[in-house]
């Protein structure tokens, strides 16, 4: 992150701070199936995590009805949001250099060439926009682009990229939205007011997941979508090759805040309940399968789950030993090139197979 990124993000409130104060009491069962409402679930996996103090044990718990595998129990709205801080999102002292901001591009690029197969330009809204990069990328490429996150440091990073170079653009960052066209907002779709039909695109890049309750969200997005627009969303696949060989290590999970595990089946059928048509499924992300298993891989053998994205972020935690610090490297180091091939030729057969560890639809609103 550049000084002037430092200097913008000074506002945010370091969440990790907050989230040390959170209790087991900020929990809650989740008693039925969040897509389809049957109250009829077994137990998929059990694990116990500690992420940012919040020690907790969670079940996954698959609906019998649907198929859908949620969380259970859940945190808080409230503690929810402040796991979302400026280290989920980006990396505290690690600069984009010119490699890393061609490989960004490169990411928005291919996303946008495959939406626009369906939908050439107009209308678009990011739901989750993290960091920007995809609306101010569109935004160039003339189309009317508008991303919506929950998180305050989102937002503030989202603006930044538009002043800096990193989007593209050359706004000045100014209120809501930048000198490129692209406009950000805070909170959710129900907190904004978006007209019926008054948009051609909405894209939820690996969103849906964090969403407990997506049947209101498929809703909304229905009606705000025009006749003919299109909704396309990125997921981890539950019942995908990567999942199945890491098991409870697997990136996807991400527990607690992934709170809701889709398969192709499950997210075709929460989409199709709300009046979508699924066109097309992709079942490879070059950016994120090869990876996700490389990490899931080599979580069973480090100390700590995590050191992976934690050690390429510069984020280690402080408290991790210098012996400990020194065998996760060396683990690295040894098992990381075995691994990568093993993992890209792994990913490969799942998408061949049409189990991709993680799959991207595309739904029409007809």
């Not at 593209?168 to 909170?187: H, K, S």
């Not at 627009?229 to 539950?238: D, E």
């Not at 090759?241 to 999970?253: K, N, P, T, V």
Request: proline share 4%; charged share 20%.
């Amino acid at each position: 992150m550049n000084g002037s990124t430092e200097g913008g993000l000074k506002t945010v409130a370091n969440s990790a701070e907050l989230v040390a104060g959170m209790s087991r009491h900020e929990t809650h069962a989740v008693e039925s199936c969040p897509l389809c409402g049957d109250s009829r679930n077994s137990l998929f996996h059990q694990l116990r995590h500690t992420l940012n103090k919040v020690e907790q044990t969670y079940e996954l718990r698959k609906c019998r009805g649907c198929g859908l595998v949620f969380v259970s129990p859940r945190l808080s709205e409230a503690a929810l949001t402040q796991l979302y801080d400026q280290e989920y999102y980006f990396s505290t002292g690690w600069p984009y250099d010119g490699l890393a901001a061609r490989i960004i591009e490169y990411i928005q690029s291919q996303r946008r060439r495959r939406v626009e197969r369906f939908v050439p330009t107009g209308r678009l809204l990011d739901i989750g926009s993290g960091s920007g990069h995809f609306v101010h990328h569109m935004a160039h490429h003339g189309w009317e682009a508008t991303g919506i996150d929950f998180s305050a440091a989102a937002l503030a990073l989202a603006r930044l990229n538009g002043t800096n170079g990193n989007g593209n653009g050359n706004g000045n960052g100014n209120g809501n939205g930048n000198g490129n066209g692209a406009r950000f907002l805070q909170g959710s779709i129900e907190d904004h007011q978006f007209a019926p039909g008054s948009l051609d695109l909405i894209t939820l890049w690996q969103v849906l997941e964090h969403i407990g309750e997506p049947r209101p969200l498929f809703q909304t997005s229905h009606q705000i979508l025009r006749r003919g627009g299109m909704l396309v969303a990125s997921v981890p696949n539950i019942e995908g090759l990567s999942s199945r060989l890491a098991g409870e290590r697997w990136w996807g999970l991400d527990v607690p805040r992934h709170l809701v595990h889709y398969s192709p089946s499950t997210l075709r059928r929460g989409l199709e309940q709300a009046g979508f048509r699924v066109m097309h499924v992709n079942h490879f992300s070059l950016q994120y399968d090869p990876y996700a298993l490389l990490h899931s891989s080599l979580d069973w053998v480090f100390t700590r789950r995590h050191f992976l994205s934690d050690f390429a972020k510069r984020n280690v935690p402080g408290k991790l030993s210098g012996l400990e610090f020194a065998y996760n490297v060396a683990t690295l180091v040894v098992l990381g090139p075995v691994l990568a091939p093993l993992c890209l030729l792994a990913t490969t057969t799942g998408s061949c197979l049409r189990q991709g560890g993680f799959i991207e639809v595309f739904a029409r609103r007809d």
